[in-house]
């Protein structure tokens, strides 16, 4: 499986027959100043409906779209939607956030979307075991740092893959990638903005990976 970032908490996977899963597209703006996104791909995850995470007029096609609690398989990939809320307050605040699991080439990943809490024990029992996490670590709208690290123990991932984070791009968010980096045993930085993994190359210890935004 590859796995692209685009920027925000948007990446792209592509799985070893060439299906391609979009999770979480943004509208480029100045506030988030990422290359447009128009991949043309077979599925797309919308976690809440925010412009910087729903934007899929650009996408060029007849995509599936998926949202909300779901579980299904389409064109190989397993994927499951798991409704959790935006912010810290039961979604009151800013309504729902959904999680999205998806198994692709026999790895489990999993996309937080704007998570704004520390999960629930039934939520982590829905969500099982991860091999990659894509979990949002900048603040505003979504978890911080400290509160990253936190879930990145519960879920207990193999990877962990940063998004929605302070950039020269994207400035109003709080904290940046080497802030979710720092003190990490064992980082590994991309200087490219897509990686590719298999079940093979998965780390025995857990590990942050750092990617670059496409351009």
């Known amino acids: 499986m590859k796995i692209k970032w ?3 908490s948007c990446f792209l996977l592509t ?65 499951k939607g798991i409704d959790v809320a935006h912010d810290d307050a039961g979604g009151k605040k800013l309504g729902v956030n959904t999680i999205f699991y998806a198994v692709i080439d026999g790895i ?31 603040s505003v709208f979504t978890i911080d740092v ?9 879920i207990k991932p193999r990877i962990a893959i ?3 984070y302070k950039t020269d791009r994207c400035q109003f968010l709080q904290w940046s990638a080497e802030d979710f980096a720092k003190g990490k045993s ?11 993994i298999t079940s093979n190359s998965l ?3 857990f590990e942050v990976l750092v990617l670059q935004y496409a351009d």
């Open 6 to 8: 685009f920027g925000q």
């Open 15 to 79: 799985a070893g027959d060439g299906t391609k899963l979009l999770m979480d597209p943004f509208k480029s703006d100045s506030h988030l100043n990422y290359k447009q996104v128009n991949e043309k791909v077979d599925l797309v995850t919308v976690s809440h409906e925010h412009a910087d995470h729903n934007y899929t007029d650009a996408l060029p096609g007849k995509p599936e779209i998926i949202k909300g609690q779901v579980e299904k398989t389409i064109k190989g990939i397993r994927i």
């Open 108 to 138: 489990r990943i999993c996309h937080l979307g704007d998570l704004g809490h520390r999960l629930l024990e039934k939520q982590l029992d829905s969500i099982g075991e991860v091999d990659v996490l894509l979990i949002p670590v900048g």
């Open 146 to 154: 400290e509160a990253a690290n936190a879930i990145c123990e519960d």
């Open 162 to 164: 940063p998004m929605h």
């Open 186 to 196: 064992k980082v590994r930085r991309i200087e490219g903005s897509e990686v590719e």
């Open 203 to 205: 780390p025995s210890e």
